[in-house]
């Protein structure tokens, strides 16, 4: 049994990193699309959001499976929740993908742009180095580098601030342009939940390896 639950594990491992690289790709066609402008690629990411939904529920499904048959204890155990919990934050990452590329749509609807545009690439590669990093410390188990990439959220969150402040400036210089303006604080926020989602999972890392709940509580010593 124990050698049937490890070949599980490989496998539930081998999901759950497929699904990521699929959320790592759609927030960056999100972000492109929304940097050129492009409908075309807006909508291919929210076409494939089923796809990205029906892997969620297929590792969901998996993880039960596992958890009725083998019924694991302690580092097994806390492994499969974090995959549960993993799981979850990814599907909720290609949700905010998809969400870019509602905003994109809905500011080509109006057609206006300006000549001054938000440059959202340094939030996408933060986010993206994030989001790489969160899952090579969960294959891994490495809690130095899952504290290292959740201190990477306070640069998100800096940007996003940064974001939201040059566009209410501009708002106030073009007031005819206040609703793309609005809809690039939407795109800003949007990724910086991203990075927010990426440290949950970073701190799922943490549990799995310590055993320890660190949300709320600040990272451990």
Request: aromatic share 4%; net charge negative; charged share 30%.
């Amino acid at each position: 049994m124990r050698e049937h639950l490890a070949q599980e594990i490989v496998r539930l491992k081998r999901m759950v990193s497929d699904l990521a690289a699929q959320v790592e790709h759609a927030v960056q066609q999100a972000v492109e699309a929304a940097q050129q402008a492009d409908e075309t690629l807006a909508r291919r990411v929210i076409e494939r959001d089923d796809a990205i939904d029906r892997e969620e529920i297929m590792i969901e499904e998996e993880c039960l499976k596992i958890l009725a048959l083998h019924q694991p204890v302690a580092g097994d155990l806390r492994y499969i929740v974090t995959f549960l919990k993993v799981n979850n934050e990814l599907e909720r990452i290609g949700d905010l993908a998809v969400n870019i590329a509602k905003q994109v749509l809905h500011q080509l609807d109006f057609g206006v742009f300006p000549e001054e545009k938000i440059d959202f690439a340094p939030q996408m590669e933060i986010a993206r180095q994030m989001l790489k990093a969160a899952l090579d410390a969960l294959v891994a188990r490495n809690c130095l580098e899952a504290n290292e990439t959740i201190r990477m959220d306070d640069r998100i969150d800096e940007l996003n601030r940064e974001v939201i402040e040059r566009s209410e400036e501009l708002i106030k210089q073009h007031p005819e342009l206040a609703e793309y303006y609005i809809s690039v604080i939407f795109i800003s926020r949007h990724l910086e939940r991203i990075g927010d989602c990426t440290t949950n999972i970073c701190e799922d890392v943490i549990y799995l390896e310590l055993g320890k709940i660190v949300r709320h509580g600040g990272l451990p010593e």
